[in-house]
């Protein structure tokens, strides 16, 4: 294990009681100035006004309109392009989601009052393609980096805890629908365009399992979201009012490049979720501006556990 890569975090709790209150707003913008000259923007938004890709959009825009210069992107807020067919139509069994009056209290969504140590793992491009390794074993097969680091995240957080020899885990991961929809939406949708894939196994199993089928069943999660999926999905929440659920949920900052949006003063320096107490959902994001090992093509991994669990998940990690 190198102990570079894994860094300590620690929340700020007297933040909580102000973000408990941001639901009512669409999105709220906070600039902290210092007094060596430099700045941060704090911006918190509702998932119902952007995804991650129109965000970008929105902060294209926003750093054209402060360069008083054209739009980068015009945008497109026609939200009846993923609306719910009329009559709604589910076409697929739905486990990736959960009604309403079904969702527990260990909801992968709910924030944890367990006490949690807060950690950033630290994967290099060596580490990802032996992950790609693996992956392949006797076939060559064309894997890739987000699939093998999710199936070594869901395997990693699942056997970091205790559990059933009989309950199933199963990961959700976000999935851009742009594309894979009959049209496409325009390029610059804006609002939430993605849905949650999801692959599933029993724990026993899956702590059994060749590393290759985990990565395999991400895949297959992934290529599931075709048209037809993704507008069963719509007509489901249409008719159920639910949403995704289940032990680990992947979200991938990594490659939006929030980071690489040219503001009139220049380029961010760095760009990053702010931690949250929720052990139930793992974020991706780039490495650090300046890391030189591994290159560029690294990943910065933070996840929240409780102490043990945290111990576990550390041992597992690295273990390729």
């Not at 933040?15 to 918190?44: D, H």
């Not at 950690?119 to 980096?145: C, D, M, P």
């Not at 599933?200 to 990565?215: G, I, P, Q």
Request: proline share 6%.
């Amino acid at each position: 294990m190198e102990k570079s890569s894994i860094l300590g975090l620690i929340p700020i709790r007297f933040l909580e009681p102000l973000l408990k209150n941001l639901w009512r707003q669409s999105s709220t913008v906070e600039v902290t100035s210092f007094q060596c000259g430099g700045f941060a923007i704090g911006i918190t938004t509702s998932h119902t006004c952007f995804d991650g890709l129109s965000f970008k959009t929105f902060l294209e825009n926003l750093a054209s309109f402060a360069s008083n210069t054209p739009l980068d992107m015009t945008p497109c807020h026609n939200r009846q392009l993923l609306a719910a067919r009329s009559p709604p139509r589910v076409s697929f069994p739905h486990p990736e989601m959960v009604k309403l009056d079904n969702i527990t209290k260990s909801s992968v969504f709910k924030a944890s009052s367990e006490e949690l140590d807060f950690k950033v793992f630290r994967l290099n491009s060596k580490h990802i393609n032996t992950l790609k390794e693996k992956a392949k074993g006797n076939n060559n097969v064309r894997v890739t980096s987000f699939n093998v680091i999710s199936a070594h995240l869901w395997r990693c957080r699942t056997l970091s805890g205790t559990c059933d020899p009989d309950k199933s885990s199963t990961i959700l991961y976000a999935v851009d629908i742009r594309s894979r929809l009959n049209p496409p939406l325009p390029k610059g949708y804006i609002g939430n365009a993605i849905l949650t894939a999801y692959a599933t196994m029993k724990y026993e199993e899956l702590k059994e399992c060749e590393f290759s089928r985990l990565v395999e069943m991400v895949g297959e999660g992934s290529r599931r979201m075709n048209d037809e999926y993704a507008r069963s999905i719509i007509d489901w929440g249409e008719l159920y009012n639910g949403f995704p659920n289940g032990e680990v949920l992947v979200s991938s900052w990594w490659r939006l490049g929030f980071e690489e949006v040219k503001y009139p003063w220049g380029k961010p320096k760095y760009s990053c979720p702010v931690v949250y107490r929720n052990k139930d959902i793992i974020l991706l994001f780039p490495p650090f501006h300046g890391s030189t090992e591994g290159g560029d093509d690294g990943v910065n991994i933070i996840l929240a556990l409780p102490p043990k669990e945290m111990e576990n998940f550390q041992s597992l990690f690295y273990t390729f």
